[in-house]
């Protein structure tokens, strides 16, 4: 994941997402964090499984998800690992992601986190929810590419 801007270094992926999900649109978002949280980060110590987005009185809010306290230092100093961090998009991008939220009824999730140069950011994506008969396609399809691949190695 290589940038012509920057350099840029996963830290997390979210791969259960885009299985829950259908991703519609990504969009890029810095996030607000305390400097144990950025340690932590840096350590990898990260969850965005059960994570997701809301927007409340025009600003973008990231919830659920999991940044381990830091270990080194103190209790009285550290974060609350699940505590709600703000996410920084331009106000275009925000206006654009209330209408679609409140009007097609779709939801925000954390998608990955990483390391743009020196600052964290997390891709957000603007999904709908998957069917049950779509996350059965999603898996008899994966299962067909694998027996494909195995049967092109055999040849």
């Known amino acids: ?56 009185n025009g600003e973008a809010w990231l919830i659920n998800v999991h940044i381990s306290p830091y270990e080194a230092s103190g209790q009285y100093f550290n974060h609350d690992p699940r505590r709600t961090r703000k996410l920084l998009l331009h106000r275009k991008e ?25 600052w964290v950011k997390v891709s957000i994506g603007l999904a709908q929810g998957k069917k049950l008969h779509d996350k059965r396609e999603t898996l008899k399809r994966r299962q067909d590419e694998r027996d494909m691949q195995r049967a092109m190695k055999r040849w």
């Open 94 to 118: 925000i206006n654009k992601l209330i209408g679609q939220v409140e009007q097609k009824g779709l939801t925000l999730v954390p998608l990955k986190m990483y390391f743009k140069d020196s």
């Open 1 to 56: 994941m290589s940038n012509q801007n920057g350099k840029t270094k996963l830290i997390t992926d979210n791969r259960q997402a885009r299985f829950l999900y259908e991703i519609l649109e990504t969009y890029e978002a810095g996030i607000e964090l305390t400097g144990t949280e950025v340690k932590s980060i840096r350590a990898g110590r990260i969850n965005l499984k059960d994570g997701y987005a809301l927007i409340r």
